[in-house]
């Protein structure tokens, strides 16, 4: 109840702070191409239920049917407006409606698109008996995952050998340590990744240092050394198709 009504609160005046800034945004995305300025997405939520997530549209039109669903710093569907929405992550402002309406939640595991929640392990699916959520441990910790797939002939493929094993670790450690202060520690996290990512990844090392993950999971979340393939939780084997 606590958790649901702070979503309430702070996703309406979210909104209504970020507003001026969110409607030149949307003007020039209109500007670009004369389209609509956002991305009605279909995410999978709560008990597998599919939600229409709101984002700020950084791709060109008709981008979702290419099949590629994980994207790379480089990808050429992005437009130059596109670019900065992505590194300032304006697009995630915008789905504060889906926080408020009760789809989201500020806090929780990343949504995904059914086509991965599908690959999902028996473990995995856990991620899917919460509210998806705008920002948690791994938001942070992948912030860059654009710069990881960059360059990459199967950007889908790199996601769920590099990205995908530790991003659903990371949710089943906030699912089984979630709290009102975790989510307000990870809330003030998140801001300041935004101006010293190496701050921010001291404190998240830190604190899941205190909350018991596995040292693999802490030597990952530094974020200091190259990422190797590995299997996702649930599963012994690495992921070979996409």
């Not at 960059?150 to 590099?162: E, V």
Request: with cysteine; net charge positive; proline share 5%.
């Amino acid at each position: 109840m606590i958790k649901r009504s702070f979503d309430i609160i702070a996703s309406f005046f979210g909104i209504l702070i970020a507003s001026p800034i969110l409607l030149i945004v949307i003007f020039l995305v209109w500007r670009q191409d004369k389209k609509i300025p956002f991305y009605v997405a279909p995410r999978s939520g709560k008990n597998e239920k599919t939600f229409m997530m709101v984002k700020l549209r950084s791709m060109t039109i008709g981008a979702d049917k290419s099949g590629v669903d994980s994207t790379s710093e480089n990808d050429l569907r992005i437009t130059p407006i596109g670019k900065f929405i992505r590194k300032y992550k304006m697009d995630e402002i915008t789905q504060l409606w889906n926080v408020f309406i009760g789809d989201m939640s500020i806090v929780g595991p990343r949504p995904n698109v059914k086509t991965e929640t599908d690959l999902y392990t028996s473990v995995e699916k856990i991620l899917l008996s919460v509210r998806p959520g705008i920002t948690d441990f791994s938001s942070i910790i992948f912030a860059d995952e654009g710069e990881i797939l960059n360059g990459r002939s199967n950007p889908n493929l790199a996601y769920n050998q590099l990205i995908r094993p530790w991003k659903s670790r990371l949710g089943l450690l906030y699912i089984e340590n979630q709290s009102f202060l975790l989510d307000i520690k990870l809330i003030f996290c998140t801001l300041v990744n935004i101006f010293s990512r190496k701050l921010s990844l001291t404190w998240l090392v830190h604190h899941l240092d205190l909350i018991g993950a596995s040292e693999e999971l802490i030597a990952v979340s530094k974020r200091n050394k190259i990422l190797k393939p590995c299997s996702p939780p649930g599963s012994n084997k690495i992921v070979s198709s996409r």
